[in-house]
Nanobody
Framework: QLQLVESGGGLVQPGGSLRLSCAVS????????IGWFRQAPGKEREGVSC???????????KYADSVKGRFTISRDNAEKMAYLHLNSLKPEDTAVYYC??????????????????WGKGTLVTVSP
């Protein structure tokens, strides 16, 4: 059974950092792109970042403009983990963060419907 489980969310002050983790099971991570998405209260879910499969796409990365230079995505296929490092956090980064998987490639514009499997999310709150 394919599963993705996020962890690492919490309360952090503006300017702070967090590392979100995504543990995957039930499939070979090498062949899947992993994306991070977020949904703020009252807003639609949006793409944050994605890293393509190592086997076919060399692990290329994409970032939303709003997080470029502040967030970094990474993966460890051997450990079946993916990560999102969040730096210089702002109150507008407050959201539930989800990891998601798609076969081989990231969706071109980080579209939500480009992903096939989803975790249940972890809450990040940025507040003084």
């Amino acid at each position: 059974q394919l599963q993705l489980v996020e962890s690492g969310g919490g309360l952090v002050q503006p300017g702070g950092s967090l590392r979100l983790s995504c543990a995957v099971s039930g499939f070979t991570l090498d062949y899947y792109a992993i994306g991070w998405f977020r949904q703020a209260p009252g807003k639609e879910r949006e793409g944050v970042s994605c890293i393509s499969s190592s086997s076919h796409s060399g692990g290329g990365t994409k970032y939303a403009d709003s997080v470029k230079g502040r967030f970094t995505i990474s993966r460890d296929n051997a450990e079946k983990m993916a990560y999102l490092h969040l730096n210089s956090l702002k109150p507008e980064d407050t959201a539930v963060y989800y990891c998601a998987a798609a076969y081989l490639y990231c969706p071109g514009d980080l579209e939500v419907d480009g992903m096939d499997y989803w975790g249940k999310g972890t809450l990040v709150t940025v507040s003084p």
